[in-house]
């Protein structure tokens, strides 16, 4: 599979706990984005990476939350002090360095990382 | 901020009519619109997509058309068939510094055989 890949797909934790997951993008794709996804929601956008820098963060996104992409190349993104409120799916997506204005740059979503916090 | 509405939230056709979703947005440095298919327990892809140089884009029974005056964009899908049946999202976003995407809230569309 040559697409975007998460890890867990699934991750059931109790409050309080920290948890991480995993996004490998596709290989040549510079930018990476995580999203959160609720029942019955779109997508909601969290932040954003372009290469190893982190370019722009959601201003809902609490202090509990933080994403790194040391290497350019995959992606985490940790939750501490998990709140029921924190259950979602959680998705990345990823999509080529050039602007949406410029040329083909469809993103590409993963299959996401569903939280469940109990 | 920046905002994208989307209507209906659920949509019920039968098999073989058209179906339209609407969609409206707040930041007028937007200038691509993707439309999404989400299937239960799967992830969005991608159908089709328009930017802000184009008024309408069609591939086979969909089409999707732009206002930037109004900031009105719409999906159109002919012939509906059962297998159309998902969440469909729209989104705006490429304006500006940003590249993020904004989605709108989802319309859940059934195709009734």
């Known amino acids: ?118 | 901020g920046e905002n994208v509405e989307q209507h209906p939230s659920t949509l019920s056709v039968q098999e073989g009519d058209s179906a339209v979703i609407k969609c409206t947005y707040s930041d007028s440095a937007s200038n691509y619109f993707p439309w999404y298919k989400q299937e239960l327990g799967k992830r969005p892809q991608l159908i089709i997509d328009i930017r802000s140089n184009v008024g309408e884009k069609k591939d086979q029974r969909i089409a999707v058309t732009l206002n930037k005056t109004a900031k009105h964009f719409s999906l159109h899908i002919t012939e509906t068939q059962p297998e159309d049946s998902a969440v469909y999202f729209c989104a705006a976003g490429g304006g500006g510094a940003t590249n993020k995407l904004i989605f709108g809230t989802g319309t859940l569309l059934a195709v009734q055989p």
């Open chain 1, 1 to 118: 599979d040559t697409g975007v890949s998460q890890d867990p797909r699934h991750k059931i934790t109790k409050r309080g706990q920290n948890v991480t997951f995993r996004c490998d993008p596709i290989s040549e794709h510079n930018r990476l984005y995580w999203y959160r996804q609720t029942l019955g929601q779109g997508p909601e956008f969290l932040t954003y990476f372009q290469n190893e820098a982190q370019l722009e963060k959601s201003r809902l996104l609490s202090d509990r939350f933080s994403a790194e992409r040391p290497k350019g190349s995959f992606s985490t993104l940790e939750i501490q002090r998990t709140e029921q409120g924190d259950s979602a799916m959680y998705l990345c997506a990823s999509n080529t360095g050039t602007g949406f204005n410029l040329g083909a740059n469809v993103l590409t979503f993963g299959a996401g990382s569903r939280l469940t916090v109990l």
